[in-house]
């Protein structure tokens, strides 16, 4: 199995959880915030994975990526901080209980 046939499942659990939550509350602000983390995230892992594969820790083998890098570090693996970014928030927001009427008038 390739890494981008690997990736596949995460990415449209990813999406779906996401879509299911655009009718609750702070949809626009969780994906603000998902999609600054998912920046922050996808910089870190430029760095470090470009970092671990020049010292050697690991590597990929070329008929198993796409062939897309970005440095050293196959596209691939970019997926997992951005589905991680967004899928998280998602999954605590469908997990959520409804706020009560009693917590609603605290507001």
Sequence with gaps: M???LIVLPFLAITVVLTLLTMRR???????????IA???LV????VFDNLMIAAGLFTY????????RIGLAPIEDFAYPLCAAFLVPAVFTLLG?????RQEARS
């Design 61 to 68: 083998p070329d008929a198993l990526i796409s062939g897309v």
């Design 38 to 40: 998912a920046g922050i």
């Design 25 to 35: 509350p702070g949809f626009a602000r969780r994906m603000t915030a998902s999609a």
């Design 2 to 4: 390739t890494y981008p």
């Design 97 to 101: 209980s409804a706020p009560t009427r």
């Design 43 to 46: 910089v870190l892992t430029a």
